[in-house]
């Protein structure tokens, strides 16, 4: 189970968005999207396709910027900042991209020691070693330490991404579609591993889903994007007890009725 | 400010779609190389990395360079003796190689291999990373993209450029020597020493310097067009296609240039 409310320091807001707008072109992505994310908190963020929700992520770790609006991460308003703190800042995000992006010219070691050697440049040989294989191990992936990327599967390829973003420690966690394209068991896998780096590096997270078992398991808050901007927020239940006939359609197709 | 890897801005067409666009386009390649010289002359250098793609363009390279080179100066040789020959003149095949190999013939022959084998490469190699995200993964794990995967290779090429070139006049002549001693017996000293003897400094440096202008062209039009590529495979393979063409149509614009400042100069 995720992290209980007693669990989450409701104090300390790790990331506020206010008012926040991003258009590509003539085309409005996000409309005024306000948002607070506390120390502790799983969030899940739901909707449409193309409704903006990766963009929403990317502008919080600063790979795109807004048109106008507040993203403010541990504190730093994103956007604003300089190069060096920005930077500096990243090491405290880790970002898991819905097609893992790992460097596929190097093995999963090789993935995993490259943010390590560059950030953290006074550790020792053996203990880069050590935060590989321990990092490995959370996975449940130690046995694939010397293979490359593309002799893994799916779901060992989206475990080996976020390994590779639990090395540096972050304390915030984006994922992007952690269960696109995974069978059920593989996704209840991917599931289990974000509440278990939720308990045990005691982070914050914003799952990006159209999954809503994942959403269910995962998350302590729902938030529903739709025409750019938050139309509900609240607990699994509450969202979904909604009579919009959006909300309605979307737990429909997940979840079968009468099943 | 880390530059954000935004889409590139819509165009407005002012004058028209096409003419807007080149200059466009021109802007963004001068911001591309701008970017380029800040991040090189900014620290940490990244040593390891330039080192290892000094090997990896060497070492692909190294064959190809080799067998055209030492053709080159074969054939060369051969289709440049009759014409020699009528004047009484064959003993001045050394010279005449020489002259054409290190000037001309040895930076242009290896900077079209090198833009098409190590251009190709580096446009597909950073445009398959754009497209399956891997830019923006390391740009979120705290290291500099640019400075890791575009300036490591543009110093690389400009580097490896001249050393290849030399290498390509060298086996050029040692072809032409195999040529020349079969049909008129000259003495490897004797064939060295009518070379040398046509072959000055500014030669020399004119052509290590038109190997780095080509090494850094080839560099930066690979780079640009791979770090900028979209829509998936396809752009991935358009963007490989380009860093070759772009290439080339430079490296003889620069040809072109050079040969007359050098010329001026002589």
């Known amino acids: 189970m995720n992290n209980t409310e007693s669990e989450i320091d409701a104090k300390a807001v790790v990331i506020s968005i206010k008012d926040l707008k991003k258009s590509f072109g003539s085309l409005n992505v996000l409309n005024g999207v306000n948002l607070d994310i506390f120390q502790g908190e799983n969030i899940a963020v739901l909707g449409r396709s193309g409704s903006g929700k990766s963009v929403l992520i990317k502008i919080i770790a600063g790979l795109l910027k807004p048109d106008s609006g507040s993203v403010k991460v541990l504190g730093q308003e994103v956007d604003k900042i300089s190069a060096k703190d920005l930077q500096a800042l990243r090491l405290k995000l880790g970002f898991s991209f819905q097609s893992s992006a790992l460097y596929d010219s190097m093995t999963v070691r090789g993935n995993l020691e490259f943010p390590l050697v560059r950030n953290r440049r ?13 990092v490995l191990d959370d996975v449940g992936l130690l ?58 590096y005691n982070t914050s997270s914003i799952i990006i889903t159209h999954d809503l078992t994942c959403a269910k398991t995962t998350a302590n808050q729902v938030a529903v994007l739709l025409e750019g901007k938050f139309f509900i927020t609240g607990s699994f239940e509450e969202v979904f007890s909604s009579e919009n006939a959006n909300i309605k359609s979307f737990h429909d197709y997940n979840f079968i009725s009468g099943v | 400010m880390q530059p954000a890897i935004n889409p590139l801005p819509e165009k407005k067409h002012v004058i028209s779609k096409g003419i807007d666009g080149f200059f466009l386009d021109i ?3 001068y911001k591309f190389i701008a970017q380029f010289f800040k991040e090189a002359f900014s620290g940490p250098t990244e040593i390891k990395e330039i080192v290892n793609q000094c090997y990896q363009i060497g070492s692909k390279s190294l064959a190809l360079v080799s067998l055209t080179g030492l053709v080159t100066g074969i054939v060369f040789t051969t289709q440049s003796r009759p014409s020699l020959s009528v004047f009484g ?4 095949l050394p010279s005449l190689v020489a002259i054409a190999l290190i000037r001309a013939l040895a930076p242009l022959v290896t900077a079209l291999i090198v833009a098409g084998k190590v251009g ?15 830019i923006e993964a390391m740009e979120v794990s705290a290291t500099n993209p640019f400075k890791f995967l575009v300036t490591t290779r543009i ?9 290849l070139v030399l290498y390509t006049g060298f086996v050029g002549m040692m072809g032409s020597f195999l040529n020349v001693h079969q049909n008129e017996l000259t003495s490897f000293k004797a064939f060295v020493k009518s070379a040398l003897s046509s072959i000055s400094f500014l030669d020399i440096n004119a052509s290590i310097f038109k190997a780095a202008c080509f ?20 752009g991935v393979g358009r963007a490989a296609n380009l860093a070759v063409v772009v290439s080339m149509y430079l490296i003889f614009i620069e040809e072109i240039t050079i040969v007359q400042i050098v010329n001026a100069i002589r």
């Not at chain 1, 799916?154 to 952690?178: F, H, N, S």
């Not at chain 2, 190709?120 to 891997?134: D, P, Y």
Request: charged share 15%.
């Open chain 2, 155 to 163: 110093i690389a090429t400009t580097l490896m450029m001249p050393i």
């Open chain 2, 215 to 234: 090494g850094f062209t080839i560099g930066v039009a690979g780079c640009y067009q791979g770090y900028n590529a979209q829509n998936g495979t396809q």
């Open chain 2, 27 to 29: 802007y963004h390649v």
């Open chain 2, 89 to 92: 003149a064959s003993s001045w």
């Open chain 1, 122 to 134: 006074n550790l020792s040989k053996k203990e880069i070693n050590e935060a590989i294989e321990g």
């Open chain 2, 120 to 134: 190709s490469n580096i446009g597909a190699e950073l445009g398959s990373m754009k497209v399956t995200e891997q």
């Open chain 1, 143 to 200: 046995d694939a330490i010397n293979q490359m990327p593309s002799e893994l599967s799916g779901g060992q390829r989206k475990r080996i991404g976020i390994a590779r973003t639990l090395i540096l420690k972050p304390e915030i966690m984006l994922y992007d579609e952690p269960t696109a394209g995974l069978d059920p068991i593989t996704c209840i896998d991917i599931n289990n591993l974000i509440i278990q780096v939720q308990k045990q």
